[in-house]
């Protein structure tokens, strides 16, 4: 699954907190910064984890501040 992470979330360790749970959890996925702020996840791996990792992603780490989440289904 592919998802686009909208607010505060550049600059407040969003990626690497992403790497450190995704790893706590067992999947593997990117997170990279796209150049209108927002960050993209993709994530892979078995579906518990991954349904674990999704709620996840709507807080992210203490610094940031998460507005909108949106997911696209990977074929």
Known sequence: MRFIISGKVQ???Y???FYREAEKLG???T???R???TVE???SGP????????????FGPPAAH??????????
């Open 41 to 43: 996840i993709v994530l």
């Open 11 to 13: 600059g407040v360790g």
């Open 66 to 75: 998460v507005t909108h989440v949106e997911s696209i289904v990977l074929e």
């Open 31 to 33: 997170a990279v910064n």
């Open 35 to 37: 150049d209108d702020g």
């Open 47 to 58: 579906s518990d984890a991954v349904k674990g990792m999704i709620s996840h992603i709507s």
């Open 15 to 17: 990626r690497a907190w």
């Open 27 to 29: 999947i593997t996925g």
